[in-house]
């Protein structure tokens, strides 16, 4: 069995990213390996939740940095695990690219996304998770809601 010594969670904050960030704690326990937590914001969200619109007042991309950097703030402390480290990206390009070229030049040795269970057009179209496995150069681990 490889032996994981980076792991890369991939979160979009949604109600399955919980469960799938205790999965990605457990295996990292389980193998002493360093933790990133790592969230995408694309440039234009489509399905960016009301709340996360930015205020007419604010630039868009600061304020869903600024947000991102809290809520994985928020999760990393809920996780209760010492070797964690937080990263957020601001791109023009699909969460599945940035989420594999981040474990590419990192050396990540695992990618741990969830699945959300799309139906219809986005089904067609395909998930960021099933994307991130096609692409990536390491091992993946698709975590499936409860």
Not at 19 to 26: H, L, P
Not at 114 to 140: N, P
Request: aromatic share 6%; charged share 25%.
């Amino acid at each position: 069995m490889t032996s994981y010594k980076y792991i890369l969670l991939a979160t979009d904050f949604s109600k399955p990213a919980k469960a799938t960030a205790n999965r990605a704690v457990e295996i990292a326990t389980c193998f002493n390996a360093r933790l990133c937590v790592l969230h995408i914001v694309e440039h234009f969200p489509e399905d960016a939740p009301n709340d996360w619109i930015a205020p007419e007042d604010h630039d868009p991309a600061s304020y869903l940095t600024e947000r991102s950097k809290k809520a994985l703030e928020q999760l990393g402390s809920q996780l209760k695990y010492d070797n964690i480290e937080t990263h957020v990206i601001l791109s023009e390009h699909s969460a599945a690219h940035e989420i594999t070229q981040y474990a590419k030049q990192n050396k990540v040795d695992l990618i741990v996304t969830g699945y959300h269970g799309h139906h219809g057009i986005a089904k067609v179209l395909g998930s960021t998770a099933s994307a991130v496995m096609h692409r990536a150069e390491c091992d993946t681990l698709t975590v499936r809601p409860d």
